[in-house]
């Protein structure tokens, strides 16, 4: 009679390992892409702040013609 450690070393691993896996690396990828937008949006936000309290009337952010 084999031990239940050996039965489980034995066993293939279950096919819906690398589909746990892909949905981890995808949450992953996607909370990093919203942690670097909200990044560069508060960065955006302080620099707007930073220019009104220095009292600045002309702050808005000039687009470079293309």
């Given at each position: 009679m084999q031990s239940?450690?050996?039965?489980f070393m034995t066993d293939p691993e279950p096919s819906?390992?690398?589909?746990g896996?892909?949905?981890g690396l995808i949450v992953v990828a996607v909370l990093l892409a919203v942690g670097i937008w909200?990044?560069?949006e508060l960065t955006a936000a302080s620099?707007?702040?930073d220019c009104v309290m220095s009292?600045?009337?002309n702050?808005?952010?000039?687009?470079?013609?293309r």
């Open positions: 239940t450690i050996d039965r819906d390992s690398r589909r896996a892909a949905i909200l990044a560069r620099r707007m702040q009292g600045r009337t702050c808005n952010v000039i687009e470079p013609a």
